[in-house]
């Protein structure tokens, strides 16, 4: 099931092309494992994995999901999540997802997007207890959590607003987040650096066929972050001008698209609404390399938050 969303509806048939579920036994080692991939049957609303050869007893069942079954990832592009390779016997421990990631000569930890986004990985926000007993049906709901979020940045200029290429920006997400356990919390990894998977540069012209104004756009694709207290721990959007040599912003990434919280989305604390949305677009506004301020827009959202450089 996977209704852990802004929109709170399950959308489960809508997206998911290949789950597996993990079933553990009461000392949490790997009793049983099953995956799906048939369009059919995940398609089907309700859709619903059987084990019926559980004896009675109490357990802990995990599951990982992707959008596309594993020949699908496999032809793509680009980094991929790598799911869990269990033997039966495995600790719970041992159920974890992580992403492909490159060492680069300067330094830097970079996943490689290959200009594709990632496949879109869930996985349970616990590992839900199970009790089996005997000759009786149990029925429970595993929930998922969608762990790929993507976001558009867009660069405009006030004052000379046909001044901006895309070309211009080094734009990167840098978090370390790329490694997640059974209970979907992210395990102590590298600092892993995210690079737009497509840039482009759109224009708006006169009735005279004058351009007026352009504007620079990336999107970047990049796996859950952590809302930290201590931001200093947080995921940072950096925006360089390279034309330039200036640093255009250095932002606090989560705690930036948390602000687009309405009042409804307020019950939410700043980690859920950022586990539950995974599309947003920020939209700068900028005065040479200095960005004046931010337009906020969420997904589903249809309402922009602006945020002025003085707030950050």
């Known amino acids: 099931m996977y209704d852990y969303n802004i929109m709170r509806s399950d959308v ?24 799906e991939d048939s369009p059919t049957l995940l ?44 033997t039966l016997g495995d600790p719970i421990e041992e159920l974890q997802v992580k992403l492909d990631r490159q060492p680069m000569p300067d330094g830097t930890t970079q996943v490689e997007h290959l200009s594709v986004a990632l496949d879109t990985l869930w996985m349970n926000y616990e590992a839900h207890p199970v009790e089996i007993i005997d000759q009786q049906i149990t029925q429970e709901t595993i929930g998922l959590m969608r762990d790929t979020k993507n976001l558009t940045v867009s660069l405009r200029q006030i004052d000379q607003p046909t001044d901006i290429d895309c070309q211009d920006f080094d734009i990167r997400i840098t978090d370390r987040n790329g490694w997640f356990g059974p209970d979907n919390q992210p395990l102590a990894d590298d600092l892993l650096t995210y690079t737009p998977y497509a840039a482009w540069n759109t224009e708006f012209n006169d009735d005279e066929g004058v351009v007026v104004q352009r504007a ?97």
């Not at 309700?46 to 079954?69: I, S, T």
């Not at 309405?262 to 200095?290: A, V």
Request: no cysteine; net charge negative; aromatic share 12%.
């Open 12 to 35: 489960f048939r809508d997206h998911v092309g290949e789950v597996t579920a993990y079933v553990f036994d009461a000392e949490n080692q790997l009793l049983a494992v099953k995956t």
């Open 43 to 86: 398609g089907t609303y309700g859709y619903e994995m059987v084990f019926d050869d559980l004896k009675p007893g109490h357990y802990r069942v995990a599951a990982v999901a992707f959008q596309r079954n594993a020949d699908g990832r496999e032809e793509r592009p680009g980094a991929k999540f790598r799911g869990p390779e269990l």
């Open 216 to 312: 620079a756009h990336a999107d970047l694709s990049y796996p859950r972050i952590m809302y930290h207290e201590d931001w200093r721990k947080n995921a940072r959007l950096t925006i360089f001008n390279k034309r330039t040599q200036t640093m255009v912003a250095d932002i606090n990434l989560p705690d930036i698209l948390a602000q687009g919280r309405n009042s409804q989305e307020l019950q939410y604390s700043p980690q859920e609404f950022l586990d539950r949305e995974h599309t947003y677009k920020l939209d700068f506004f900028l005065k040479g390399d200095t960005w004046d301020y931010v337009e906020l827009r969420i997904s589903v959202l249809s309402w922009a938050v602006r945020i002025d450089n003085v707030n950050l």
